[in-house]
């Protein structure tokens, strides 16, 4: 095993190699998503830190071990706060490297409790026996609401999915569209939240603006009165001829309709049309589930384990 040594995430250039080595670790995992996959660490970086502020910015809480030459061994980043994500190089793996990950988690990222506790959720694999018997060991439990993960094999026929009367599914529409595209989001996701709420669309900008988004992959469904109806972001990384799908909704007057898998089926005929081999969504909730089996595979969960102290 070669020595890995420990520091803090130093600027754009980290980031860039960050990318680079979560397409190494996706490869050598078989195509799998045992760690991130590139496009999860593009959503986090310009969404969930640049439009939902969960933290000021990817510096202060991403750590990178890297061999004295240079080499990324390991990443260790959160996602939401009190989280940890482990992206290890799959071939150089060991206890003592993955202890270490986790005592810098619950020192630099463990969430502060008003009763003066300390919680962390770190995430494991189903399938991760050495990363589980650790957090088991470290006093780790089980929590709620686990990651499962689905995904489309491209070389079979995606089903050709009958759009509802009156609905037409395509790519977003050009910059005046985003206004409507930010409401369908809040609609989709805030179903019983009040309208006032709503905080604008200004922040869909940074959706665009990210490295791997393409407009043609970003499908909506159009109701018969014109107003966005249902989404898909597909996230395309020619490197590995895979995808990554980031959100999924349908505003709740238009469910029921058939319109989420009309538009994930969209999405992937396109990815077949430019050379795709596979695609990827996470799911939570039950209708989740239910909807991606209905057009893929479930292939494995991602566990969430908490610690409080």
Known sequence: MMKASMRTYQGEDDFWRMREFLRQVFMLNGRREVSWHVARLDYWCWHVIDNCQEYPSIEGVTFIWETDDGQIVAVLNPEGKGEAHLQVHPGLRTPELEEEMLDVAEQRLAASEPDRRCTLRVWAGGQDDLLQKILARRGYTKGEWPEYQHCWTLAAPVPDVPVAPGYTVRSLGDASELPARSWASWKGFHPDEPDERYGGWEWYHN???????????????????????????????????????????????????????????????????????????????????????????????REPWVKAW
């Open 207 to 301: 959706i665009q603006r990210m490295p791997l988004y393409r407009r043609d992959l970003d499908i909506v469904a159009v109701a018969p009165g014109g107003e966005i109806a249902a989404f898909c972001t597909f996230w395309y990384d020619d490197v590995t001829r895979s995808a990554y799908i980031e959100p999924v909704a349908t505003v709740t007057e238009h469910q029921r309709r058939g319109l989420g898998k009309a538009v994930i089926c969209e999405g992937l005929r396109r990815l077949q049309r430019m050379g795709g081999t596979i695609a990827f969504v996470g799911g939570y909730s039950a209708a989740a589930r239910a909807l991606y089996s209905s057009v893929g595979t479930q292939y494995g969960v």
